[in-house]
């Protein structure tokens, strides 16, 4: 008998500690390691039975705003501690019958209890935001963050786990787009918001592939003096064509480009390529001419683009004297501080400024008389009513004088018309870019059509030259433009 009560007991032990293990397990299957809330798997269980009860509710999606130079500036540890120190926030002010969880991330989430109206979520909500607002200690350090809130109910705004989510998802986000530290209710502003924010982030993937896939191609534009008859300049567009042949316009993506490193990134590729094409375009007749490159006015901002740069030109042979950097005014006007410094170095390695869509921005005369720039370049906006609106015309001769008199070139842009071309001329100013002196093309075409205007009349018969080149060598030099134009 004494040795049977052994085994039954040793049985019961290793029974209770079988379920005690289990238990654990099942308790580490459900929550997040490192805060001790439920985690993303078990929350979303829980919200499918919420659902299903059909009872009202309501759901915090929380965001940690500024959560990120934490972690950039002292390091994950200390990201570490904001979060777990959050979480031991957000227990305390939970009221009973409320689930916390983080579902990843700086991500966390409140399932209010069942029946809590608009006026119950607005003051869970508000209680969040203060707990988010207190100083975080981290090492000696006082750490401040903030939180985006979207809030989203069951049944108005969704009637599942995945809509629920979705919207309130949507609703954070317009909180962070206005502002941030904010509280904002799901609506169809909030998902059409959401969607755009989708497409952004889907696009920013895209163009990391297109990078990686060399999908991005140059087309240049030629920028003509009208006084010779002569192309003195290129402007490199960047293009890019999918692997379905696809080509997106450079409006769609630019813009998204900017809102992530990513532009900079796309910024090399110009240069680089621009210095793979610059040997050929000499080699084919165009020794003096100038390729502009539009920059994305934060590069100037960074210390290191002079080296850079001058680093890519010199391994590539060419000479920076043969490439312009094209910028616009904004950033660089508010932080000339930082920029200013760039923009001389640049100057002295012998790269060449532009100041693009002059005019449009924030120009501040005070300022431009400091940068090291060579030319500006008259939006084509300002081109728009000329020669027949009277401030078009006043704003055009004034950026002309203004140029001429701090010894600029100043360049208009969308020149699509004689009479553009004839009131400029007339208020001297001879170098245009338009469609007028020639669309944008790739390399091989302009090449060809170079060839085909600069050989000698007694070349230019050979079948293989099309009867409009031929004779474009032929015509007047006031007639250049226009023919220019019409051949290609």
Not at 20 to 45: C, K, P, S, W
Not at 327 to 353: H, N, S, Y
């Amino acid at each position: 008998m004494p040795a049977l009560a052994e085994s039954i007991s040793a049985l019961v032990a290793q029974t209770a500690q079988r379920m005690v293990q289990q238990e654990r397990v099942r308790v580490l299957a459900q929550t997040d390691e490192m805060t001790g809330l439920i985690n993303r798997a078990y929350f979303h269980e829980l919200l499918d039975a919420a659902c299903a009860r059909g009872r009202e509710f309501g759901l915090l999606y929380i965001d940690l705003d500024q959560f990120k130079p934490i972690n950039d500036g002292f390091g994950h540890a200390a990201g570490n501690v904001v979060l777990c120190q959050f979480a031991d926030r957000l227990r305390a002010l939970a009221p009973g019958g409320a689930t916390i969880a983080r579902l990843g991330g700086d991500e966390f989430s409140i399932l209010a209890p069942a029946g809590y109206g608009k006026a119950e979520l607005d003051a869970l909500a508000r209680a969040v935001l203060e707990a988010a607002r207190g100083r975080f200690n981290y090492a000696g350090h006082e750490l401040s963050v903030s939180a985006s809130i979207g809030v989203s109910m069951f049944p108005v705004h969704g009637q599942n786990t995945a809509q629920m989510l979705h919207a309130a998802d949507a609703a954070m986000y317009v909180s962070k787009g206005n502002g941030r530290n904010l509280v904002s209710y799901f609506d169809r502003g909030s998902d059409t918001q959401h969607r755009a924010v989708a497409t952004q982030l889907l696009m920013l993937s895209e163009l990391r592939n297109a990078l990686q896939r060399e999908e991005f191609f140059l087309e240049y534009q030629p920028i003509c003096d009208t006084q010779s008859a002569q192309l003195v300049g290129l402007e490199a567009l960047i293009r890019w064509r999918k692997s379905d042949g696809r080509v997106v316009p450079p409006h769609q993506f630019i813009p998204v480009a900017e809102q992530s490193r990513l532009i900079a990134l796309i910024g090399r590729w110009v240069i680089q390529q621009v210095c793979r094409d610059l040997p050929r375009l000499h080699a084919a007749g165009m020794p003096g001419v100038k390729v502009h490159v539009n920059m994305a006015a934060p590069e100037f901002l960074d210390a290191g683009l002079p080296q850079e740069l001058a680093a890519i030109t010199s391994t590539a042979n060419v000479d920076p004297r043969h490439i312009c950097l094209e910028l616009t005014e904004g950033v660089i006007m508010q932080r000339m501080d930082k920029a200013l410094p760039v923009m001389q170095e640049l100057v002295r390695l012998g790269f060449e400024i532009s100041l693009d869509d002059f005019g449009m921005g924030y120009s501040s005369l005070s300022l431009l008389k400091s940068l090291p720039i060579s030319s500006l370049k008259i939006d084509r906006l300002f081109l728009q009513g000329v020669p027949h609106d009277r401030n078009d015309c006043a704003i055009v001769r004034s950026i002309i004088d203004l140029g001429r008199n701090m010894k600029l070139q100043v360049i208009a842009e969308g020149v699509e018309l004689d009479a553009h071309l004839g009131f400029l001329r007339q208020f001297g100013c001879t170098l245009i870019q338009g469609y007028l002196s020639g669309r944008p093309m790739e390399l091989a075409k302009l090449i060809e059509m170079h060839c085909a205007t600069t050989q000698p009349r007694t070349a230019l018969r050979p079948a293989n030259i099309s009867h409009a080149a031929a004779s474009l060598a032929l015509l007047p030099i006031p007639n250049f433009i226009s023919e220019y134009s019409s051949w290609i």
